[in-house]
């Protein structure tokens, strides 16, 4: 399983960027889905998680109304978008797939049940 992960980049407060990330080796549709994210000095964090299941889809209160998750079986792309980014949003971004279903588990969007992860895309927000 490959995942590779594009988009990254400097842009400017309120600005907005769309993440992607081709995965090879599965079937994105039969995979739970999810966008981490790791700022300097600060723990791996979960930003978005769609499970495979039941399309059960949780974003963490930082991002909620700004960031969109999403993916696209024909291309076995998943994306992120991210709108009204805030300086708080600069990370390295990591996109992961997983083969189970896990949203009946309380804090399920989480690094511990994700198996296969893409190699991570820079964010700056920044003026």
């Known amino acids: 399983v490959q995942l590779q992960a594009s988009g990254g980049g400097l842009v400017q407060p309120g600005g907005s960027l769309r993440l992607s990330c081709v995965v090879s080796?599965?079937?994105?549709?039969?995979?739970?889905i999810g966008w981490f994210r790791q700022a300097p000095g600060k723990e791996r964090e979960g930003v978005s998680c769609v499970d495979y299941a039941d399309d059960r889809t949780y974003y963490a209160d930082t991002v909620k109304g700004r960031f969109t998750i999403s993916r696209d079986g024909a291309k076995n792309t998943m994306y992120l978008q991210m709108t009204s980014l805030k300086p708080e949003d600069t990370a390295i971004y990591y996109c992961?797939?997983?083969?189970?279903?896990?949203?009946?588990?309380?804090?399920?969007?989480?690094?511990?049940?994700?198996?296969?992860w893409g190699q991570g895309t820079e964010v700056t927000v920044s003026s």
């Open positions: 080796g599965i079937n994105l549709d039969d995979s739970t």
């Open positions: 992961a797939t997983d083969p189970g279903y896990y949203s009946h588990i309380s804090g399920w969007c989480s690094l511990k049940y994700f198996e296969n």
